[in-house]
């Protein structure tokens, strides 16, 4: 296999993107994804790979035009590998086009957590993991393409999410959901302040309630994150610092 992909990585990526578009198993979905990855970085190495980086986020982006064809979990399938895409090709992509990637992913979000809920409709909890997923690789490699609002509006998501009484036979959401709160904790730092204690209260009822351990692992990681950097705020503010430690104690003994 590393020898095929050193000589044929160009044309492995070409045969896996017009397969990934009409793949509907999500575990297929995830190997082909893990395989053009393997591509990427083999170009990566090589001091190449940029027009094919491009390439390839343009294919994905057109393909969405069209997303009354796609299933939703390939639309899903989509935002995951952007994620890749964004982690393994971040000297590859520009910000006006990762912009465009990010305006997708926080439309889907509003799309279901918003407008869904206003109609009485159930969101579609499979495409708002593959959504903050995809915000994930934002964050990680692009967070200046990310302004003060989107973050705010980001936090604001990621708080409903991790509400203990929203019903999800899978765990694909608040998986997504508390790795990019344990991973990107200080970039929402003004927001965990003023607004930490229902936060911290979903997650200390989540980690009571549920039965998954790799679940139970993400919200301990999450946790850790959150109170981490609470703590840290409280000492450069004495006055409401105080008050938070009390809340702190009762919540988490």
Known sequence: KKMFLDEHAVYVIDQCSALYLKIESKANTVSVANLIQDC??????????????????????????????????????ICTLMQTLFDTAAPMLDNERVSRWHGFFMH??????????????????????????????????????VTKTSLQEIFRYLV????????????????????????????FREHLYKDNAKLLDFLVKMLGTVKNASLKNS??????????EISSEMTRNEEEGASLFQHYLGTLV
């Open 40 to 77: 990427l970085k083999k170009l990566h190495e090589r001091g190449g790979g940029y027009e094919k980086a491009v390439e390839l986020s343009d294919l994905l982006f057109k393909s969405l035009s069209n997303k009354q064809r796609l299933s939703i979990t390939v639309i899903d399938a």
């Open 160 to 187: 409903l999410c991790c509400n203990p009484n929203v019903e999800a036979k899978r765990h694909a959401m608040q998986t997504a959901v508390l790795t990019l709160l344990a991973e990107h904790t200080p970039k």
């Open 108 to 145: 889907n979000l509003k799309s279901e957590m918003v407008t869904k809920g206003q109609k009485k409709k159930p969101p579609d909890l499979q495409l708002i993991a593959g959504s903050f997923s995809g915000i994930n690789g934002v964050l990680s490699s692009f967070s200046d393409v």
């Open 219 to 228: 919200i301990c990681k999450a946790l850790s994150a959150l109170v981490h």
